[in-house]
């Protein structure tokens, strides 16, 4: 579990050194900051721990992702696994303003908010996120929306003009008509959103949204068979990281690149696999949910791989479940990433993309 002295360090490690949102407190306090410089044990995330609240409690955000808004960062994910199906009762907010320290801001979307399923309650809610949608100025949420049984694999659809809430429901649908089943949704940096899923457990399919990101715009692209898709971009490529399907147990991490320069259209080239160190057969006992491209300080981006470890057959199986966040790092001298298995130090140690 995540200590105190660790989430201390990891504290005002991020807010003196890294953090946009202390910039200002970084001028103030780098006197301060000059005589507390980074011991070689400062840790930002132990893999396979689970953060708390400032009320105690655990993070329950699941198959989440990641969102900056009002100078804070938001994630948004399942609620705590339960029953002998595995579902979670919620959609779960957190704010951060240093990645450390976190505020509960609430269960942002309940079961019973869900309308249009053809089937009863109760629903499985997966792999939350969330995209901020500059036209209309909503924030737009998509999930996995299925039965427990995944007799429906749909996605969900609730949108809001403040990122916690409270989220108005919009719709619940099969995306271009087919089955729905992982997901992840993505902003270019040409403002285009994106839905990415798993097309009936064959093919990761990519669709562009239409301007107000409610709803899809047809199978522009075609990635290969994979869970837990997660995008992001570097310069001119564009990466898209995911895991085999083998349900609960972790698999071998798979990453593919293109460099089209939209998402529609693309081919997508299969790169290294960015976990071959030890334990990199189940990518460090994880399975990828998102990719946080995170601004340091000298304007570089380092990439942080943000996983689950689902504890199917641990004690309490995925009730137990953590995390895992490992740095992405630029593959040295050759292709694609590599996952740098490990305690996560201060994220300036791989700014550039070395090893520490
Ligand atoms: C995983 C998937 C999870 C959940 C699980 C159910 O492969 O990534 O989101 O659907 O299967 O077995």
């Given at each position: 579990?995540?200590?105190?002295?660790?989430?201390?360090?990891a504290?005002?490690?991020v807010r003196?050194?890294?953090?946009p949102v202390?910039?200002?407190a970084?001028?103030?306090?780098?006197?301060?900051?000059?005589?507390a410089?980074?011991s070689?044990?400062?840790?930002?995330?132990?893999?396979?721990?689970?953060?708390?609240?400032?009320?105690g409690?655990?993070?329950e955000?699941?198959g989440?992702?990641?969102l900056?808004a009002?100078g804070l960062?938001?994630?948004?994910g399942?609620?705590?696994k339960?029953s002998?199906s595995?579902?979670?009762?919620?959609i779960n907010?957190?704010?951060?303003?240093?990645l450390?320290?976190w505020?509960?801001?609430?269960a942002?979307?309940?079961?019973?908010?869900?309308?249009?399923m053809?089937?009863?309650?109760p629903?499985?809610?997966?792999?939350?996120?969330?995209l901020?949608?500059?036209?209309?100025?909503?924030?737009?949420?998509?999930?996995h929306?299925d039965?427990?049984?995944?007799a429906?694999p749909?996605v969900?659809?609730a949108?809001s003009?403040?990122?916690?809430?409270?989220?108005?429901?919009?719709r619940v649908?099969?995306?271009?008509?087919?089955?729905?089943?992982d997901?992840?949704?993505?902003v270019?940096t040409?403002?285009?959103?994106?839905l990415?899923?798993s097309?009936?457990?064959?093919?990761l399919g990519?669709?562009a949204?239409?301007?107000?990101?409610?709803d899809?715009?047809?199978?522009?692209s075609w990635g290969?068979r994979?869970?837990g898709?997660?995008l992001?971009?570097a310069g001119?490529?564009?990466?898209?990281l995911?895991?085999g399907?083998?349900?609960?147990?972790?698999?071998p991490?798979a990453?593919?690149?293109?460099?089209?320069?939209?998402?529609c259209?693309?081919w997508w080239?299969?790169?290294?696999?960015?976990a071959?160190?030890?334990?990199?057969?189940?990518t460090?006992?994880?399975?990828s949910?998102?990719?946080l491209?995170?601004?340091?300080?000298?304007?570089?981006?380092l990439?942080i791989?943000?996983g689950?470890r689902?504890n199917?057959q641990?004690?309490g199986?995925?009730?137990?479940a953590?995390?895992?966040?490992l740095?992405?790092l630029?593959?040295?001298?050759?292709?694609g990433?590599?996952?740098l298995n490990g305690p996560?130090?201060?994220?300036?140690?791989?700014?550039?993309?070395r090893r520490?």
């Open positions: 579990m995540w200590g105190e002295r660790e989430a201390t360090r504290r005002w490690m003196c050194r890294w953090s202390f910039a200002a970084l001028v103030l306090s780098c006197a301060w900051c000059a005589h410089a980074p070689p044990e400062d840790t930002l995330f132990i893999p396979g721990t689970v953060p708390y609240d400032t009320k409690n655990k993070v955000a699941h989440g992702g990641m900056q009002n960062y938001y994630w948004v399942e609620g705590a339960y002998a595995i579902i979670s009762k919620s907010l957190y704010s951060s303003p240093d450390a320290t505020t509960f801001e609430g942002i979307l309940t079961g019973d908010q869900i309308k249009g053809p089937f009863p309650a629903y499985r809610i997966e792999r939350p996120k969330i901020w949608n500059a036209q209309t100025q909503h924030y737009v949420l998509f999930f929306c039965t427990p049984e995944f429906y749909a969900g659809i949108r003009q403040n990122i916690t809430g409270p989220y108005t429901w919009v649908f099969k995306p271009d008509g087919e089955d729905s089943y997901m992840t949704a993505y270019d040409d403002g285009t959103g994106y990415i899923r097309v009936g457990n064959v093919f990519i669709s949204l239409t301007s107000d990101f409610l899809t715009t047809g199978i522009c290969p994979g869970e898709p997660a992001f971009r001119d490529m564009s990466y898209m995911m895991s399907l083998t349900g609960w147990s972790p698999n991490a990453l593919v690149s293109t460099v089209a320069p939209r998402l259209g693309a080239v299969r790169q290294p696999n960015p071959t160190t030890e334990g990199g057969n189940t460090f006992n994880s399975q949910t998102a990719v491209p995170l601004k340091l300080g000298d304007g570089s981006t990439f791989y943000m689950d689902w199917f641990g004690p199986s995925t009730y137990n953590s995390y895992v966040w740095p992405l630029p593959r040295s001298g050759g292709q990433f590599q996952i996560f130090k201060d994220p300036n140690v791989y700014t550039d993309g520490p």
